[in-house]
Structure formats: structure tokens, C-alpha cells
């Protein structure tokens, strides 16, 4: 009897070890859960990817019904996933208007960061799927890949076929990084002539100073030192010829750049020539050129002009340059260059 006794409360012992085991579980399992929720929850605070793909492109084309048709859905589809990434943010992200949208305050902060999120993913997808190809990135703006960069790239390519050469045009622009290239050319101060400034002169000495300053920790390769001068079309050439030297430049109008550098105030270097022209900016390099050849205003040339000065169809206008400014070939210290880009550098250099 006391053996049988002695089992029984073994057994009851098991059991309630057994219970205790099956709520433990159960308590632990509970609280996995809830951890489990909230960091899904932290992971999820961004909007879905559809709305946000879809709001990059109605914000791109200001169009909900071109959004549509790259996308390849409906206009209706268009308009629920906005509204879903509105009613997410609890923001308005166009205004609408008849038969137009435009983008809020806050459609416009959404969109820069959207552009460049998914640019740099596509950026990045093309380099995964480039993985096993030899190829060079190059920044360089239109205006010097058509008259300069593009018959050196011809030979470079001929000679080495294996290696693909991908441009990138955006080398002005205010989001640009030479830590995503393998090689830029710019257009800027040339360091052989800033160590060139003349000592006793001391607002150039500082000059001086602060530009080189401003470039170490960029790695220059290869200068092309070029001076500026103003030309104009031939009809707007003649117009000028009747006045004076002091009014040669009166009541012209200027072709330029938007850019922190006024390349044309320092041209005139204090000549006064300038003062009473007036000035008209024209961001595409090869549209101011033609801009300039129909009439429209004076431009400062480069030798990279020189076919449209050898033609005629624009002519100098005066014997003062702008020297010490110039293209140069650059490339990011923090980027590991290959031999490919050590190869067309040199190529470069010697066409």
C-alpha cells in the first residue's frame, strides 16, 4: 500500500510539473509574439513600396495619367495608391487642379528623396547585373562628351572592346558625387595656375590658398588649361564695331551659366565693360552656343568652339581672355580606381 501510495503522488507530481511546463510555454510563446509584432511593426514604419514607386512617377511627370501609362496600370490605380500613401502620412501630397496636379511642400520633400532613392537603386541593380563586365563610369556634361570626350572614347573603345564606358551627365548638378564615378572632368581653377598667383598680390595670394584648400581631397589627374574670351555672331559683331571701346559691351546681353562663379565678372576684371548688360542664363552649355550663334547675346568661348570660330559663325569680339581656369580630369580618393580607368586616363592624356 505505501509503495502505491508513493506512485500516485509521483504521479500527481508529473502532472503538475506537466501543466506548469504546458503554461510556461505558453507565457513564453505569448511574449515571442508580442516581440515578434513590434518588430515587425519597427520595421514596417516606411509607406508600401507601390504607393511610394507610383508617387515618384506621378511626382516626376506632374501627371497621374502619364504615371499610368509607364507604369502600365490604370489611372484609377494611380490615384488609390496616392491616396493610400496620403492617408499613411496623413499629408497631402499634390494639389489638384483642372486637368493638372502639383506637388505640396511636403510632395516636394517626398519626391527628392524618392528620385534619388530609387535612382541609386537602379544604380545599383545595373552594377549587380554588370558584375561580370569591365566597365568605366565617366561624369562629364554634354557640352564636352560631344566636342571633346567622345572621338577619344571611339579610339579607347576600339583599342580596348572589352571594357564598356557609361556616362553620366549630371556632373554639375548639386547632388552629384565623384565618389560615384571613376573619372569626372570639370570645368574649374586649374591647380598649376593658382601655384602660379603672384605672391605680392594679396587678395589673389588668398585666392589662391582657399581654392587649393577646397581640392585636397579631391584627386586631380590631368589639367586642360583653356582661356575665355567673348564672341558673338557675326550680325550682333557689326552692331558692336559702331561703338566705342568703352560702350563696346552697352546694353548687350550675356549668355551664361547658373553657377556660384560669375565667369563673366571676372572676365572684366573691374573694366566696368559689363555693367549695363544685361544677363540671360541658359544652363545647357550647347543650347548657349546656339543661343549665341542666332544672335541672342555674346558668350565667353573655349578652344572647345573652335570649329564655330574657324566657320565664321561666331567671331571674337575682343583680346581680353580669362586665363587660369580650365577642364580637369578628377577622380574620388576614396574610390579604388582600377586599371582600366589608369588606362583610359593615360589614353586621355596623350589624344
Not at 14 to 21: E, P, V
Not at 248 to 277: A, V
Not at 282 to 310: F, S, Y
Request: aromatic content about 10%.
Amino acid at each position: 500500500m505505501k509503495i502505491g501510495w508513493q506512485y500516485w503522488q509521483w504521479k500527481k507530481i508529473a502532472l503538475w510539473f506537466s501543466i506548469f511546463k504546458l503554461w510556461l510555454d505558453a507565457f513564453l510563446l505569448d511574449r515571442i509574439d508580442v516581440a515578434a509584432r513590434v518588430w515587425v511593426t519597427m520595421k514596417h514604419t516606411l509607406p508600401p513600396l507601390d504607393s511610394l514607386k507610383v508617387f515618384e512617377s506621378a511626382a516626376r511627370h506632374l501627371s497621374f495619367t502619364r504615371a499610368a501609362d509607364e507604369l502600365c496600370i490604370t489611372k484609377g490605380a494611380v490615384s488609390y495608391q496616392i491616396r493610400r500613401l496620403e492617408e499613411r502620412l496623413c499629408v497631402s501630397l499634390f494639389k489638384r487642379g483642372i486637368r493638372q496636379v502639383f506637388l505640396t511642400d511636403a510632395g516636394q520633400l517626398l519626391y527628392h528623396s524618392t528620385e534619388r532613392w530609387f535612382r541609386e537603386l537602379s544604380d545599383t541593380v545595373s552594377k549587380i547585373n554588370r558584375a561580370g563586365e569591365r566597365y568605366l563610369s565617366i561624369a562629364a556634361t554634354t557640352y564636352v562628351a560631344a566636342r571633346w570626350l567622345s572621338p577619344r572614347i571611339a579610339g579607347f573603345t576600339a583599342s580596348y572592346p572589352d571594357v564598356s564606358i557609361v556616362f553620366h551627365h549630371t556632373v554639375n548638378g548639386p547632388e552629384f558625387s565623384l565618389d560615384t564615378v571613376d573619372i569626372a572632368i570639370r570645368w574649374q581653377r586649374c591647380i598649376n595656375c593658382i601655384n602660379c598667383i603672384n605672391s605680392d598680390d594679396t587678395d589673389d595670394h588668398a585666392r589662391g590658398h582657399e581654392v587649393t584648400d577646397s581640392i585636397n581631397d579631391v584627386g586631380y589627374l590631368h589639367e586642360m588649361p583653356m582661356s575665355l574670351y567673348p564672341v558673338a555672331a557675326p550680325s550682333l559683331v557689326r552692331d558692336m564695331q559702331a561703338k566705342s571701346n568703352k560702350e563696346l559691351f552697352k546694353s548687350q546681353t550675356l549668355l551664361c551659366e547658373e553657377r556660384d562663379l560669375d565667369l563673366w565678372r571676372e572676365w572684366d576684371d573691374g573694366r566696368g565693360l559689363i555693367n549695363t548688360c544685361t544677363r540671360r542664363v541658359i544652363a545647357d552649355a550647347n543650347v548657349r552656343v546656339q543661343a549665341a550663334i542666332d544672335g541672342q547675346g555674346l558668350i565667353l568661348a573655349d578652344e572647345l568652339m573652335r570649329a564655330e570660330l574657324d566657320s565664321g559663325v561666331l567671331i571674337r569680339t575682343h583680346e581680353h581672355q580669362l586665363d587660369g581656369y580650365g577642364y580637369v580630369i578628377m577622380s574620388s580618393p576614396h574610390r579604388i580606381a582600377g586599371s582600366d580607368a589608369a588606362t583610359l586616363v593615360s589614353w586621355l592624356m596623350v589624344s
